[in-house]
């Protein structure tokens, strides 16, 4: 921009010269006929100097330009400096006037941060004192409802002392009463069963007396019969002897031994025959 300025001042300056040109020529005309022929003579020697004089008029005028235009732009360079100098003195005043009203919304947040703080504080407080007296009352009445069961506790127990005090005296006057009937029945059972053993063991010993006697009774009828039967076959010959005398008697005795034994009249084992004498009579039982 500085350079396009440049050239217009320089267009107008060299219109600007055109017509100074002009005038300085028709002012020359007339004071060539107003001076003397040597003035005149010498002018017209120093003509064709003119267009050098206004060339370095031009320079000059050129050279004021740039000078006045370089101070233009100091000064408008300096103005923007003074107008940026005062942007940033007015932004760092507005920046520590935020910095300020951060700073006092900051310490009003505080103030009133501690100020709920304070005031939760004092609800915890009246809350707390609140819960503590209600445990207090709880408390109280937890007492007062202990020692109304207490009392309770207390007569019930004295009445049931003396419910089981009289308990224990019909209980003493009941051991007692049982403990004669127990003896009475212990008694009782205890001649009951002496009597029962003595029944008993009188049964066996009448039972053993029959068995004895049946024995006895039965092995004289085996010996009698026994008698009969080796008289009935004396006259048989040896082994036909002795196989009547196993098949019939049953005897596991050699004929030789039962022969030599006859006249001893040995004793026959009941449970090896099935013999039954017809003159046994069953012995009555005590």
């Not at 009828?221 to 002897?241: C, E, F, N, W, Y």
């Not at 039962?258 to 013999?275: A, F, G, H, M, R």
Request: hydrophobic residues 35%; negative net charge; glycine residues 2%.
């Amino acid at each position: 921009m500085l350079v396009i300025a440049m050239f217009i001042i320089l267009l107008g300056f060299m219109s600007f010269s055109g017509q100074q040109v002009e005038l300085p020529l028709t002012n020359a005309s007339e004071s060539n006929q107003l001076q003397p022929p040597t003035e005149v003579a010498s002018e017209s020697l120093a003509i064709p100097d003119k267009q050098a004089l206004q060339f370095q008029y031009l320079q000059e005028q050129l050279n004021n330009e740039r000078t006045e235009t370089t101070l233009n732009y100091q000064k408008q360079i300096e103005m923007q400096r003074l107008e940026y100098g005062n942007l940033t003195e007015q932004q760092r005043l507005l920046h520590e006037k935020s910095l300020q009203e951060s700073a006092q919304q900051n310490t009003l947040q505080l103030k009133q941060q501690e100020l709920q703080k304070d005031y939760m504080q004092g609800q915890q407080a009246l809350s707390k004192l609140e819960s503590e007296k209600q445990h207090e009352a709880e408390v109280t009445h937890t007492l007062l409802s202990f020692e109304k069961e207490k009392q309770q506790m207390t007569q019930a127990h004295e009445a049931a002392l003396a419910i089981q005090k009289a308990d224990a005296e019909q209980r003493s006057m009941l051991n007692i009463a049982l403990i004669f009937s127990t003896i009475i029945i212990s008694s009782s059972v205890a001649y009951f069963f002496v009597s029962s053993l003595k029944v008993k063991r009188e049964k066996e010993l009448a039972k053993i007396e029959y068995d004895k006697l049946f024995a006895l009774k039965q092995q004289e009828s085996m010996q009698a019969t026994r008698i009969k039967v080796l008289d009935s076959i004396a006259d048989l010959p040896g082994p036909d002897k002795k196989e009547i005398i196993e098949g019939l008697v049953g005897l596991n005795r050699s004929y030789d031994v039962l022969e030599n034994n006859t006249q001893q009249n040995p004793p026959i084992e009941i449970e090896l025959t099935d013999l039954t004498p017809p003159q046994m009579q069953p012995v009555s039982k005590i």
